[in-house]
């Protein structure tokens, strides 16, 4: 029996998002790496190397503001 996640369980749902917002700004304010699986580390030099081969794949971040300024409407 885990006592500490069965209290975090029984916690209202604000308090676990708080939680949750509390333990992420503390990852964001350390300065130890992020530990990144292979396989994601393999895809993310995947597209870099497509968007290497053919620049054409990829949107500029004008483009993307655009687009996502455009869903706003």
Do not use: C
């Amino acid at each position: 029996m885990d006592t500490y996640l069965d209290s975090i369980r029984g916690l209202p749902t604000a308090d676990k998002l708080r939680l949750v917002e509390q333990i992420w700004d503390d990852i964001a304010s350390s300065s130890d790496p992020l530990p990144l699986p292979e396989w994601a580390l393999a895809e993310a030099a995947r597209r870099r190397d497509a968007m290497l081969a053919d620049p054409e794949l990829g949107e500029s971040h004008e483009d993307v503001w655009k687009r996502l300024d455009a869903r706003d409407d």
